[in-house]
């Protein structure tokens, strides 16, 4: 089945429960799983699992629901949730809830991760917003046949990042007295995390952070031309820059206490965000 049809028929469903199209997507990365609290009590509430088509996320942390409704007056959809590459899925799957809220009138969209810090300056429990991407995972959800593009073949990527959107989101830092850190955003596959040798590598190649999703995303975000806003949390310094061996559960962590001040940052951003043309 082509990928346009299998979008028609989740968004089908998707529009027979949802009323109010959101203006704003938000996809959480580790330790945000809360910040959906943030909408009334009236939000929508769609697991993943009921949507056709749409990818089942294994990771522990990420729920998989779509949560619909306000956040200080503004239509938010937030993805509780994301599924990556080393899940075993094409990066089709992965990326095709981005499709899915593109083609339902999504204009904007918020990714955020957790990520380990390259930039020896940097350090656990910063906030970095995203000023451009090494892609390093070696692949690209567009590769296919032109009849399954829902989009540009060949999209331009010399702005992947919104420069309006960067300047409102360190605004609000500032205002806030929670000023973000801003660096460059390396994708590798995972799951296994980096090797010292690999550390080096990527801060030769001007990487400050590196996870293991999110690349996927903006390049289909920017192949349906919404703008892209991108805020990594540093949840732990990379291999050879901590003396500490690394693991999920204390990344985890860190994202929970990360999560909590982004969240704030998050709901500030959105409202300032809203009356921006798209």
Not at 144 to 156: I, M, Y
Not at 173 to 180: A, D, K, R
Not at 229 to 255: E, F, Q, R, W, Y
Not at 269 to 277: A, D, E, G, L, S
Request: charged content about 20%.
């Amino acid at each position: 089945m082509l990928l346009k049809e299998q979008v028609k028929q989740s968004l089908d469903f998707i529009k027979s429960r949802v009323g109010e199209i959101p203006a704003v997507a938000v996809i959480l990365g580790s330790g945000l799983g809360k910040f959906a609290e943030s909408l009334k009590n009236d939000a929508i509430v769609i697991p993943t699992t009921e949507i056709p088509h749409y990818p089942k996320s294994t990771v522990p942390g990420h729920s998989g629901r779509w949560v619909i409704g306000k956040i200080n007056g503004v239509q938010t959809l937030v993805v509780q949730g994301r599924v990556h590459y080393y899940e075993g899925y094409s990066l089709q799957q992965v990326t095709f809830p981005i499709h899915l809220m593109a083609s339902l009138g999504v204009k904007t969209l918020i990714v955020t991760t957790a990520c380990g810090g390259i930039n020896p300056q940097f350090k656990p429990g910063d906030l970095m917003l995203i000023t451009d991407h090494i892609n390093l995972g070696f692949g690209n959800p567009l590769i296919g046949k032109p009849e399954n593009q829902l989009g540009p073949r060949f999209p331009d990527m010399s702005h992947p990042y919104d420069s309006e959107l960067l300047r409102i989101a360190e605004s609000v830092g500032h205002e806030m007295n929670l000023p973000f850190r801003k660096g460059v955003f390396c994708w590798l596959t995972g799951p296994s995390y980096e090797t010292a040798a690999e550390v080096k590598m990527l801060q030769k190649l001007g990487a400050d952070a590196v996870s293991m999703s999110t690349v996927p995303e903006v390049i289909v975000a920017r192949q349906r031309h919404l703008r892209v806003l991108g805020i990594s949390m540093i949840t732990n310094l990379a291999t050879s820059l901590t003396k500490t061996g690394l693991s999920h559960k204390d990344v985890i962590k860190t994202a929970n206490a990360a999560g909590e001040r982004l969240g704030l940052l998050l709901k500030r951003i959105i409202t300032t965000v809203q009356p921006c043309k798209n």
